[in-house]
């Protein structure tokens, strides 16, 4: 059973920065794209980040030059540097992984790691 664990999230003031990071456990192997996505009270979940096997990565428009997202593929694990952060991008975030050319599966979302960024 495919499981992923999110974490490294917190308080911060705007402009900072955070590192989250995703541990994921099962047979992944077929899921080539890993994505970090958000939800922000009220809203509905986006996608905010996500990046092949072979590195290729997008990012939602709004986080481009701040947010990089990298992965382990070693040991199955995804992080997201978020840099210059602000008010906006307080969310939950989580992770997830899937096929290529396949939707997020909806079994797998986890707790995800809670983002608050306020001065």
């Known amino acids: 059973q495919v499981q992923f664990v999110e974490s490294g999230g917190g308080l911060v003031r705007p402009g900072g920065s955070l590192r989250l990071s995703c541990a994921a456990s099962?047979?992944?192997?077929?899921?080539?794209?890993m994505g970090w996505h958000r939800q922000a009270p009220g809203k509905q979940r986006e996608l905010v980040a996500s990046v092949t096997r072979g590195g290729i990565s997008n990012y939602l428009d709004s986080v481009k030059g701040r947010f990089t997202i990298s992965r382990d593929n070693a040991n199955n694990t995804a992080y997201l540097q978020m840099n210059n952060l602000k008010v906006e991008d307080t969310a939950v975030y989580y992770c997830?992984?899937?096929?290529?050319?396949?939707?997020?599966?909806?079994?797998?979302w986890g707790q995800g790691t809670q983002v608050t960024v306020s001065s």
């Open positions: 099962g047979s992944i192997s077929s899921m080539s794209v």
């Open positions: 997830n992984a899937r096929p290529v050319g396949s939707v997020w599966p909806n079994e797998y």
